[in-house]
């Protein structure tokens, strides 16, 4: 009976602790999208993304050809000029996938890129949804865009048009 009692006043605790907490929701992905400097700085990141891929690209053709012109040349080359030359296209090779790594690893310049471009807009978007969230006294505030967890969301909690007029951007949804 006492852990009757006890499961009960534990039950009522938490039921009257969730009551008092008041809770809301954006789409992070709708509000960047909605941002012309967003978009700006996504095109900025997309075109030096592409002119590296190029770079890239070309470096491999590169490689393949000097490997062509080896196997149709290493009948007539000695075995020191033989060596000499594969290692030109390993070095080759590796200097490749260093760049590659460099341009695109997990803290390489895209990365650095990104947070140049984009980390300032992130950063806005976060200053105007907790205005948003003080001024409508909302304690927790979850992103319907990047959370694949969120079943079903009442439009009433959506704070996504609020975020976007704090941010100046007229036409919601």
């Not at 290493?74 to 296209?89: D, G, N, W």
């Not at 200097?95 to 690893?105: A, C, E, H, I």
């Not at 997990?106 to 650095?112: K, T």
């Amino acid at each position: 009976m006492k852990k009757v009692a006890v499961f009960l006043a534990f039950i009522f605790a938490v039921a009257q602790v969730a009551q008092a907490q008041t809770i809301g929701f954006v789409d992070s992905e709708g509000i960047l999208a909605k941002l012309p400097a967003y978009k700006k700085a996504q095109d900025q990141v997309n075109s030096i993304v592409d002119t590296w891929n190029k770079e890239i690209q070309q470096r491999y053709k590169n490689i393949d050809d000097a490997y062509k012109s080896f196997q149709a040349e290493q009948v007539l080359l000695s075995a020191t000029e033989k060596a000499k030359r594969e290692q030109e296209i390993v070095d080759m090779e590796k200097q490749t996938r260093d760049l590659q790594k460099q341009r695109f690893g997990p803290n390489g310049d895209l990365q650095a890129k990104r947070e140049e471009l984009v980390k300032p807009i992130q950063d806005e978007v976060y200053a105007a949804l907790e205005k948003v969230a003080a001024r409508k006294k909302v304690d927790f505030v979850f992103d319907k865009s990047a959370s694949a967890n969120m079943l079903f969301a009442n439009p009433k909690f959506d704070l996504t048009d609020d975020v976007l007029k704090e941010l100046g951007i007229s036409g919601g949804k």
